[in-house]
């Protein structure tokens, strides 16, 4: 989902604290509409969103951004809620500047943290290069994808992922191995600490012809079992721990505790896929999310097992 920042600029009042921003040659967005942003299409405005020029801004910024203001980071915004209230503090957002795909060697691609997944699944079909056709059906980005090892159809990303360039949050480049970063099902052991900004991917040469065959069958796979074209988060929930390959999945539990089609407001459990919440229309963040919370009860009720949120949720409740 790509919005120019430019067309959801909203001129409200900013927090004092915005004087004591770092001086940056990308810009800040005030009061920005955060729904353009996220999938969902729900959120309050955040109170700033800076759109690096590039690494060396974005390294300027994070060194002296004065250490209470609160810094959170959005990719596409396909696996994100924002509350009603809006985001305190910056939201950053990685542009065009780091969006990037580039095969590097015989098996080799890099691609930039705010390039498309489904971007970096097309190059490798190019180059005849075999392992990424999974990112076919990610509506994320490559920072996203690292953050969540976003996978799908027996593929994830921990399997061809080689190495990444990031930031810490005090400005310092970083690289780290993929198998540094600790990743398993939806899960980055440093998720909170990096800014990812490019990745290394390594692929296997293939046939083209079966490459894009392979694409082209997760995208209809897709269209026939999930909402793809609502308003909605992706899986809403990981499947339970230990359960992921052979146990029963969260949409299955959720069936099972009769919350299929389940409705607050505009938002409503999907009757095609029930691990999906879906906008469709006027639902607020708070109905979506406390719909997530009634079918995490109902599950728990019918089957002792806890859900645990996959999308994440940031911002601040509506007041009153
Ligand atoms: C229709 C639909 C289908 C989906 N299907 C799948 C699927 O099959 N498999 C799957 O795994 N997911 C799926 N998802 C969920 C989502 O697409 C993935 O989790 C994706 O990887 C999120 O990427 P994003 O760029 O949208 O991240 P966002 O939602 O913007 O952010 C997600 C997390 O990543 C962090 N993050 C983003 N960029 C960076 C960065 N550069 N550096 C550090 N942290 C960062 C954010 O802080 C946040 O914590 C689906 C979503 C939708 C809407």
């Known amino acids: 989902m790509s919005t120019p920042m430019s067309q ?27 729904a353009d942003l996220c999938w969902f299409r729900v959120g309050g405005p955040a109170d700033v969103v800076y759109l690096p020029a590039d690494v060396d801004d974005l390294a300027h910024f994070l060194a002296h951004l004065p250490a209470d203001i609160p810094l959170h980071i959005l ?12 985001v305190r503090g910056v939201v950053l957002r990685l542009g065009a500047a780091f969006g990037a795909v580039e095969q590097i060697a015989d098996r080799q691609l890099k691609a930039g943290a705010a390039a498309l ?7 490798a ?35 061809c992922l ?12 970083v690289e780290l191995t993929a198998a540094e970063l600790d990743l398993s099902y939806r899960h980055n052991g440093y998720a909170d600490f990096i800014i990812y900004t490019a990745a290394y991917y390594e692929a296997v040469p293939g046939d083209e012809t079966l490459i894009r065959a ?24 990981k499947n339970p721990a230990g359960t992921s390959a052979d146990g029963p999945k969260s949409w299955q ?3 099972a505790a009769g919350c299929r089609g389940a409705r607050i407001g505009d938002a409503q459990v999907s009757e095609l896929h029930c691990n999906f919440l879906i906008n469709h229309g006027a639902a607020s963040a708070a109905d979506i999310e406390n719909l997530g919370d009634m079918v995490r009860q109902k599950v728990h009720q ?19």
């Open 302 to 320: 019918t089957s002792g097992v806890e859900l645990q949120w996959e999308i994440k949720r940031i911002g601040e409740a509506a007041h009153g």
């Open 253 to 255: 539990l959720i069936d």
């Open 75 to 86: 990719g596409a915004g396909s696996n994100t809620l924002i509350r009603d209230g809006g």
């Open 117 to 123: 997944d489904v971007r970096l699944s097309r190059a």
């Open 8 to 34: 959801s600029v909203q001129h409200g009042a900013a927090p004092q604290w915005v004087e004591a921003l770092p001086e940056v040659r990308g810009s800040y967005h005030h009061q920005f509409a955060m």
């Open 162 to 173: 080689r190495k990444v360039e990031g930031l810490t949050r005090q400005g310092e480049v």
């Open 214 to 237: 392979a694409m082209q069958e997760i995208s209809d796979k897709r269209k026939t079992t999930q909402p793809i074209k609502s308003r909605t988060g992706g899986s809403t929930f």
């Open 125 to 159: 079909a190019d180059a005849s290069l075999s392992g990424l056709e999974f990112y076919r059906g990610i509506p994320g980005a490559i920072g996203g994808a690292i953050a969540m090892n976003a996978g799908a159809y027996g593929g994830e990303t921990a399997d």
